[in-house]
């Protein structure tokens, strides 16, 4: 199974600072189709999760643009520029590339 | 607006069964795949089973293969989980989600429902 390991495990940010996310794969992500099904959700306190990334990069519907999806292969970021307090939660990255489906176990962002 | 509202959790024995129904509004239920995803208390997100629009491919997490059953009635709007022989690791929060359109992702998830497998 791909383990996808998320780091740090936690992060405590400054409101309008950057937050930086770690997701590393033990597999490569790219799927045969040429497509990365790489997502980064975000989990709320008391919320369901919610889709933030998708493909990545791409940005589902409604979320900032201070939410950056890079990367490729094994290695992927989340960034999140000028932190604000809406934002904290805990982020998990997600890959639909390889059967079975796997979440990474999650990063908490704090605000100082 | 797009909802999924989950229902059938409780509090179980182990090895006992259980259904859990998502009943799903404000879209076309038959055009899109659905997911479960469980979460343990304290614990992160764990993806356990997909099924396609048409039903025609399921795919299952390792923990639950040969347990849960995931099935949908397009004619209804409901997504269903039968989990059987059931056990305390199975107790968790379980989740439905709408996958988007081609490549978006879960792009909705219900409120939950909660599953307490306990003697």
């Known amino acids: 199974d791909v383990v996808l390991t998320q780091t740090p495990v936690s992060l405590s940010v400054t409101l309008g600072d950057q937050a930086s996310i770690s997701c590393r794969s033990s597999q490569s992500l790219e799927y045969s189709d040429g497509y990365t099904y790489l997502e980064w959700y975000l989990q709320k306190p008391g919320q369901s999760p919610q889709l933030l990334i998708y493909g990545v990069s791409n940005r589902f519907s409604g979320v900032p643009d201070r939410f950056i999806g890079s990367g490729s292969g094994t290695d992927f970021t989340l960034k999140i520029s000028r932190v604000e307090p809406e934002d904290l939660g805990v982020y998990y990255c997600f890959q639909a590339t390889h059967d079975p489906l796997t979440f990474g176990s999650g990063t908490k962002l704090e605000i100082k | 607006e797009v909802q999924l509202v989950e229902s059938g959790g409780g509090l179980v024995q182990p090895g006992s069964s259980l259904k859990l129904s998502c009943v799903a509004s404000?879209?076309?239920?038959?055009?899109?795949?659905m997911n479960w995803i469980r979460q343990a208390p304290k614990k992160g997100l764990e993806w356990i089973a997909l099924i396609y629009y048409d039903s025609s491919n399921k795919y299952y997490a390792d923990s639950v293969k040969g347990r849960f059953t995931i099935s949908r009635d397009n004619s209804k709007n409901t997504l269903y989980l039968e989990m059987n022989s059931l056990r305390s690791e199975d107790t968790a929060m379980y989740y439905c989600?709408?996958?988007?359109?081609?490549?978006?992702?879960?792009?909705?998830w219900g409120q939950g429902a909660s599953v307490t497998v306990s003697s």
């Open positions: 404000g879209f076309t239920f038959s055009n899109y795949g």
């Open positions: 989600a709408k996958l988007g359109g081609g490549t978006t992702g879960m792009d909705a």
